[in-house]
């Protein structure tokens, strides 16, 4: 551990609420909560679908603390999102979410 230096250390005050990890469907939205926790800075979010292709995740303002991150998943099996405050991975980021049911094939 570092101490004094904020910038990286920022992202890790986040907090990702309300994360659907299984039981999303191809083509309906879905969408979690980021609770800021009083860091101040950039929320980026990519979602990587099981065929490599890769699109930003839509990031709302909720309220000054608080923002939504919504993205529509295209294919069914394992999407890896990457959630970044500032550059950094936010605790637990990479997240990975199952889309449809286990075991069914594209």
């Known amino acids: 551990g570092s101490s ?3 910038g ?3 992202a890790r005050r986040l907090t990702v609420m ?3 990890e299984s039981g999303l469907k191809v083509n309906q939205p879905a969408s979690f909560a980021i609770r800021l926790n009083g860091a101040k800075g950039k929320i980026d979010a990519k979602v990587h679908s099981p065929s490599g292709a890769v699109e ?3 990031v709302s303002e909720l309220e000054p603390d608080k923002y939504a ?3 529509i998943p295209h294919e069914n099996g394992v999407h890896t999102i990457d959630v970044k405050f500032n550059g950094s991975h936010v605790v637990g980021s990479p997240f990975k979410v199952r889309v449809g049911e286990p ?4």
């Not at 075991?103 to 594209?106: D, H, I, L, N, V």
């Open 18 to 20: 309300s994360l659907q």
């Open 4 to 6: 004094g230096s904020s």
């Open 69 to 71: 991150v919504r993205f």
């Open 103 to 106: 075991g069914q094939a594209g």
């Open 8 to 10: 990286s250390d920022d």
């Open 56 to 58: 930003e995740c839509h």
